[in-house]
Each structure stands twice: as C-alpha cells, then as structure tokens.
C-alpha cells in the first residue's frame, strides 16, 4: 500500500506540501490540474506539479480528475476529438511516471451533498452531509447555485465553473439518455483508450457514483458491485480497472465494501482506494464521519484487512473529513482531520500486517 494525499497544486491548495510530507507514513500525492474536461493536459504544467512535489519528498504516481467530456457520455460526433485529447494527455502522463488516472463516468455531477458543512452536535465540528428530503422541489440548477454558495472561495472537484455554467444545456443532452446508451458510450470510451493504456504502461480508474443511487433523474452505471461487474467487462483488460471509494458505494448500506473490495481486488482490478467512514441517519441520508469505525457506520477494519489480503500494491489515501480545530478550507479537503484518517489507517495496516506475521 502506498499512503496518498489529494493535492490540488499551489496556487489552489491552502495545504503546503511540507505539512503532508510530516503525515506519518505518507509516500506522495493523487494529484491534479483543474482543467476543463475535454482539453489536452498542457505538459508544462504537469512537469512543474510532479517537479514540486518530487521536491517536497513525494511522489505523484497517480492523477485524479482527467474529466471525461459530456459529449463522450451523451454519444455525440464530437466525442472522437475530446477521445483523441484524452489519449494525448494519457500519453504525456504516462511519459513523466504516472502509472494510474482516476476518472468517472458520472453524467453532470461528480458528487453531490445538499451541506457543505453540517455541525455535528457531538462535537462540533461539520462535514459534508446528504439528506434526499431537503432536496424538495429543488431542482439541479438550485442545487448547483447553494453548492457554489457554500464552497467559500474554493472550487469544488466535479464543480467546475466552466462546466457548470451549461448545465441547463448539459441536463438537455442527457433528456433521452438511458442507463444502457450511458454503458454503450462508455464501452465507445474504453475501446479507444484502454489499448493506449496497455501500450504505454497506465491504468484507468473508475470512480463510483456519489452518492449510490441516482440523481435528478439522470443515468448513473457506477454504484454497486453488479455496475462494476459490468464495467470490467465493457473492455476485458488488466488496464480497465477501478478506484474503490468506500464512501461513495458506502453512502448506500445495501453495499457490503470489504465483500466489494474483496471480489474485485482478487480479480486484480482495484488500482486506488479512497478510504473514507460514513454515518447513516436515514433513507438516502448521511454524513461523513471520523475514519475510526465507531464514529460511523463502515468497519474500517475489515476495509484495511480486505485490502490487505487482495489488493496490497495500491494506492490509498484518506477521503474527506470533518473541519476541526477551526480549519477553514476546501469542503471535505482539510489538513487536520485527513491527517488523523491517514495515521489511523496506517495504525490499523501495521496491526494486521503484525498479526498475520
């Protein structure tokens, strides 16, 4: 296992490199650039990111966030050139050491929570929060605006201004969209990019939908494990693999996540796991937790020994977590509580390491 942090790059990162490289056990960063989807990853941006982290003492193996364009998820004509940016950009990363791009195929909303910062009463601190109910009337662009409201003077992964500023024309493409044009597009998608992948030594990651279920009506193929199943299979290969996040599938208690990681990490198809606890409060209702297991409702335990015994050789990090100590920053993107989440998963790898010695 190799212990990650998710870094957003100097200019967008209140977080310096220096205080993750002090987390104990961190080997380097899921780093990203914030661009638009569709657009070819500029190389001198990428060889000053991996140069700045390479300098802090970090590695940065694996990316996040190579956006997929709507027009690929949608099926449209145009979809062949964002395809083709996205081959140019997978062979530049692979070229600079990259050896895992995690993306989703999630139609509009890479994540959706209806508080940014929900005070849990019992201590204080807040977290993302979701709760289906207070949804209501509110419809995808009312969400979209409280959301950008809430975030302060952060961007949001997913939450992109650029993207979002069509999203009553983005919504309009997805009208007459079935969940099985969304895996046929995808399949289109993986065809054209997974032999490049397999050529040039990367492998891709899908993401699961968050949350686990759908959303305002659109198709979503990523939520359990029959999805991912089906996913593997849309394109048979080593390279067609996913990024296992316990939050997303967990949001759904229906999902059992060491059963989950277990099934495909003994198929050699988990490459990174964000590794993150939940608390449920109701029907399509919950909370990020504390990663210790009794401050939610995910065995985090049986999550590090499932990973352990199938899926060593990945890459991991801490998802989100509360704001403590009166941190101020990017939602779910604080130093302090990840730092804990990172100490505490480390805690429990030695543990079963030791044990099974």
């Known amino acids: 296992m190799k212990m990650t942090f998710r870094w957003y790059g100097s200019q967008y990162d209140p977080i310096p490199l220096k205080y993750i490289k002090q987390i104990p056990g961190m080997t380097g960063v899921m780093g990203l650039l914030e661009k638009p989807a569709g657009i070819e990853w500029p190389e001198d941006e990428f060889i000053k ?6 300098e802090a003492g970090l590695e940065i193996e694996i990316i996040e966030s190579v956006n997929v364009h709507e027009d690929i998820k949608t099926g449209l004509p145009s979809r062949d050139h964002y395809i083709e940016n996205y081959i140019k950009t997978i062979r530049m990363l692979a070229k600079h050491g990259v050896k895992v791009i995690v993306y989703n195929f999630m139609p509009v909303f890479d994540w959706l ?11 204080g601190s807040n977290s993302l929060y979701f709760n289906e109910e207070d949804l209501g009337e509110m419809g995808p ?12 003077s952060f961007t949001l992964p997913g939450w992109e201004p650029e993207r979002l500023s069509k999203l009553e024309f983005t919504l309009k493409q997805y009208e007459d969209v079935t969940p099985e044009d969304l895996r046929n597009h995808y399949k289109y998608f993986l065809d054209a990019v997974i032999p490049v992948c397999e050529e040039v030594g990367v492998k891709m990651a899908c993401h699961p939908d968050d949350p686990a279920w759908p959303i305002f009506g659109l198709p979503r193929i990523a939520h ?12 048979d290969s080593p390279a067609n693999t996913l990024c296992l996040c316990t939050g997303s599938l967990g949001s759904n208690p229906e999902n059992n996540i060491p059963e989950i990681i277990r099934h495909f990490g003994e198929m050699n198809r988990i490459s990174a796991l964000h590794v993150r606890n939940v ?19 995910l065995d985090m335990y049986e999550i590090m020994k ?17 704001m403590i100590w009166d941190e101020k920053g990017r939602a779910g993107y604080g130093l302090f509580d990840r730092a804990l989440g990172a100490t505490y998963l480390n805690g429990l790898w030695e543990a079963i390491d030791k044990t099974k010695k």
């Open 49 to 54: 990111l991996k140069e700045e982290v390479n």
């Open 113 to 123: 929570r209806t508080d940014l910062a929900r005070v849990i009463p019992e201590d």
């Open 141 to 152: 662009i009312e969400i979209v605006e409280r959301t950008a409201k809430g975030s302060g």
């Open 224 to 235: 359990s494990q029959a999805d991912f199943d089906k996913i593997v299979k849309l394109h």
């Open 279 to 297: 608390k449920y409060l109701g029907y399509r209702h919950f909370r990020e937790a504390a990663h210790l297991s009794a401050a939610g409702d």
């Open 306 to 322: 499932a990973i352990f015994e199938t899926c060593p050789d990945t890459y991991v990090r801490p998802d989100h977590g509360r």
